[in-house]
């Protein structure tokens, strides 16, 4: 068993699945670098279905980008900048 199914089986990506099939809406917050990868990794291959990911800034936005690419999900990226 590799490491995104054993966290599929976690309560927390559980919770997280359920209340998207709710269609409720997810806040995830506290996790950065490759947990915050492995946990979007696991939550997409669970439901398959898109994932609108918002970061604080473009180098955050990227970095995950490139995390779940490498983590072989295809994935379409579209950044938007904030103009303060």
């Given amino acids: 068993m590799d490491l995104i199914a054993m966290l599929g089986q976690t309560q927390q990506v559980q919770t997280v699945l359920a209340n998207q099939q709710q269609g409720g ?37 990227n970095q995950v980008a490139e995390d779940l690419a490498n983590q072989v999900i295809v994935i379409k990226s579209i950044l938007f900048q904030l103009k303060k």
């Fill in 25 to 61: 809406k997810q806040l995830l917050t506290g996790l950065s670098g490759s947990a915050k990868t492995l946990f979007l990794a696991t939550v997409y291959k669970q439901q398959r279905q898109p994932l609108l990911i918002i970061e604080s800034n473009t180098f955050q936005a």
